[in-house]
Structure formats: C-alpha cells, structure tokens
C-alpha cells in the first residue's frame, strides 16, 4: 500500500491554468498504473487521466487541455496534472489514484481498477 497526497487546487477563472501534484509515500515501481478522476457532488468519480507502462489514456472531455506525468522514482515519486485552458465544468475534487487491482482488464480509467487513493483537492473553475 503506498499514501497519496494531492496538493496545488484552488480557485481560477476560465482559460487560467492549474498544476496539481500528487505525493506517493512509498515504493512506486516504474510503469505502474496512477491516474486522475475528479468528482462533484452527486455525481460518479470520473476517470481524466492515466498512465501505465501501456501509454497515456485521456477522457474526452480533457484531450489537448490536460497533461499527465511523473516526477521521480521509487520512493519518491509525484504523479502531475497540469491543466489548461480551464473551464467552468471542470470544476470537481481531483484525485489521485495508484496500483491497479491484479488481472484488471478493464478500462484505465475505470475508478473500480485502482487500489490506493489520496484525499482530494478542490478546483474551481469560474467564468
């Protein structure tokens, strides 16, 4: 089990930028499965983004604004989210997530693959 810490939410007006951060606590071996969902209230957590030793996957409604990548290795890495060009529905609770269930087959922004989770960091998007 490793712990996930998200960090760099806040508040910015439409078109601004954001960069979110993810700090793993723990041994994090290359190519291993992390991603970001983000969620609003009432509503399903939501894939954005992922990365694997298989490639980058990106929900739709982020392709060309939002990039997802590493920093570090091993015990010290941290997982980034750097979006752009922001919007007012990208308003949500960004988490972090890392590990995937053994043998998943499924997408890799399904919420149901991932094992470790941090705590959310609130972005507010306004127009």
């Known amino acids: 089990q490793v712990q996930l810490v998200e960090s760099g939410g806040g508040s910015v007006q439409a078109g601004g930028s954001l960069r979110l951060s993810c700090r793993v606590s723990?041994?994090?071996?290359?190519?291993?499965?992390m991603a970001w969902f983000r969620q609003t209230p009432g509503n399903e957590r939501e894939g954005v983004a992922s990365r694997d030793s298989g490639g980058i996957e990106y929900a739709d409604s982020v392709k060309g604004r939002f990039y997802i990548t590493t920093e570090g290795t091993g015990n010290s890495v941290t997982l980034i989210l750097q979006m752009n060009s922001l919007k007012p529905e990208d308003t949500a609770t960004y988490y972090c997530a890392a590990r995937s269930r053994r043998g998943w087959g499924g997408s890799a922004l399904a919420r149901r693959r991932y094992m470790d989770w941090g705590q959310g960091t609130q972005v507010t998007v306004s127009s």
């Open positions: 723990g041994y994090i071996a290359s190519g291993t499965p």
